[in-house]
């Protein structure tokens, strides 16, 4: 079983045990942290490498994210992960090496059950997704990507100040690959990163 299976299920059976012994409102003014654990799944056909297919492996990770409320349903947070290392093949001539991705999103997030007292404080998000490519070979560079990002998640009170999560964030990245300044192809993914972990609440 994977570790994000793992932690999913932790975060599902804890708050079945905790979650009667907390309510939770969240309110305007409101400042939260996230932290946890989460697998990124690229999908396939992820641009090409001179006219050849190019796939990125997906991969594992940790989160972090801050989020601040500007009234009882509408918020921001700024949230991503550690660097995730994917491995690069192509269709003719496999394994080409490694790049490490760094994803952040700015999100707004909408609470539906913001203002009242409710155990599950389930939320969606949209905004923009800002991805850093790095650690390719000297001579080949993936250009930084912009692009759409959205989320959903859910928070499950274990006290007033901690809460069980569990996410789904999707982006949109599309950069150009390029060797010595030339741009020899494009790495295009949309990923879906799913994961769990703590939320604390301030």
Request: glycine share 14%; net charge negative; aromatic share 10%.
């Amino acid at each position: 079983m994977s570790k994000v299976k793992v932690i999913s299920a932790a975060v599902i059976s804890a708050s079945v045990l905790l979650a009667s012994q907390a309510a939770l409102a969240y309110q305007a003014g409101d400042v939260f942290v996230r932290g946890g654990y989460a697998k990124t799944d690229t999908g396939s056909s992820n641009g090409n490498l001179a006219g050849d297919s190019l796939n990125v492996q997906s991969e594992s990770g940790f989160t972090y994210g801050l989020g601040y409320l500007f009234t009882n349903n509408v918020g921001i947070e700024l949230n991503g992960s550690e660097k995730f290392e994917h491995q690069l093949n192509t269709g003719a001539l496999g394994d080409v090496g490694t790049t490490d991705r760094l994803p952040v999103n700015l999100m707004v997030n909408y609470y539906p059950l913001g203002g009242y007292e409710s155990k599950v404080q389930p939320y969606v998000g949209a905004g923009l997704n800002y991805t850093r490519f790095s650690g390719v070979p000297s001579d080949v560079e993936i250009k930084d990507s912009y692009g759409a990002a959205a989320q959903v998640g859910i928070d499950l009170a274990v006290t007033d100040n901690v809460m069980l999560n569990g996410f789904a964030n999707y982006a949109d990245v599309d950069s150009d690959y390029r060797v010595n300044g030339d741009t020899i192809g494009n790495v295009e993914m949309e990923p879906v990163t799913i994961g769990g972990g703590v939320t604390l609440r301030f």
